[in-house]
């Protein structure tokens, strides 16, 4: 039974609906700048700014950009850029930044033609994506020559060129000056984290018996070895313990020394083990023993602590 006539024209209008409409892409202009149209010499960079508006959504195809390498005999295209935004209309602005490099020898003054090129932008949607070409138009450079093509005749050959210009005198005394500064200030930051560290003439003042016994035991490390350098470690522990105090320091004595020199009481574990291990050493006649106490790499860890200690105190 054939369909009423209504129905096949509600079936032909829902199928128009369905199928997808054709998108209009739309380039509204294409726009170039350059900072200038002549005066260009053979190796020169030559700037140049596109400016192109479409439609709202649509936006670059990149792969279609001019790829940098030669475009003609006389001109390489060095770099491409491209910027995109929105103007104030909702329109798509593309910015394409391209330097060019001429390599003309010009004879005289000429304009060239630099080619132009074309660029697809790409507007995606739910239908499916559309696709316009935008042309680049080509766009002309005025070249000019190096030098004449001849010249006035020169006897001599070294007249063609011109003579070196002349370089200002300099004066090098306010350089001098501040060198002279600079170099002062160096010396007294040197001198002051001498006398800090009791390095060179500072080293025997009073007030750094640690830091002379850690020198001592740097000298005896390279006069002796094994039993004998640990012996000479006790012993330079126990000379800067002396000259700190002023008195001999024995292992009894250690709480005075603490409660005349309270800065060296958070190292008392520390000394205690070390009075232990010298009292080996010395009086039971067990350095081996008193090394597996107080090993030598903490004998001059101690030292280091009690060192600093006394630098900042």
């Known amino acids: 039974m054939p369909a009423p006539p209504s129905a096949a024209l509600l079936v032909a209008v829902v199928a128009s609906l369905a199928a997808p409409l054709p998108?209009?892409?739309q380039v509204r202009g294409v726009e170039l700048r350059t900072p200038r149209a002549f005066g260009y010499?053979?190796?020169?960079?030559?700037?140049?700014?596109?400016?192109?508006?479409?439609?709202?959504?649509?936006?670059?195809?990149?792969?279609?950009?001019?790829?940098?390498?030669?475009?003609a005999y006389w001109l390489d295209l060095k770099e491409v850029r491209a910027e995109e935004g929105r103007a104030d209309d909702g329109s798509t602005v593309i910015r394409l930044h391209l330097t060019y490099q001429d390599f003309y020898v010009a004879l005289d003054a000429r304009t060239l033609e630099v080619p132009g090129f074309p660029v697809t932008v790409e507007s995606a949607g739910s239908n499916g994506s559309t696709t316009a070409v935008a042309q680049v138009p080509a766009w002309k450079i005025g070249v000019s020559p190096l030098r004449e093509v001849q010249p006035e005749r020169r006897d001599d050959p070294a007249e063609y060129l011109r003579p070196d210009g002349r370089a200002p005198r300099l004066d090098?005394?306010?350089?001098?000056?501040?060198?002279?500064i600079f170099l002062?200030?160096?010396?007294?930051?040197l001198l002051l984290l001498a006398y800090d560290r009791a390095w060179w003439i500072f080293g025997r003042r009073r007030g750094r018996p640690f830091a002379l016994a850690l020198k001592a035991l740097r000298r005896a490390r390279r006069r002796s070895e094994g039993e004998a350098?640990?012996?000479?470690?006790?012993?330079a522990l126990h000379r800067g313990l002396d000259e700190t105090d002023g008195r001999r320091v024995l292992a009894d004595d250690l709480p005075d020394f603490l409660a005349r020199h309270p800065v060296f009481r958070p190292q008392e574990s520390g000394l205690a083990t070390f009075f232990a291990a010298s009292r080996l050493a010395f009086f039971g006649r067990?350095?081996?023993?008193?090394?597996?106490?107080l090993p030598l790499p903490e004998v001059e860890g101690l030292l280091r602590r009690l060192g600093a200690v006394e630098r900042s105190a």
């Open 286 to 293: 067990d350095t081996a023993g008193a090394s597996q106490r």
């Open 172 to 180: 090098p005394q306010p350089a001098l000056a501040s060198a002279g």
């Open 184 to 189: 002062g200030l160096a010396v007294l930051a």
């Open 229 to 235: 350098l640990y012996r000479d470690a006790l012993l």
């Open 41 to 71: 010499f053979q190796g020169d960079l030559v700037q140049v700014q596109a400016e192109i508006r479409t439609d709202p959504g649509f936006s670059l195809q990149r792969p279609s950009l001019p790829k940098p390498g030669p475009v």
């Open 23 to 25: 998108a209009v892409a």
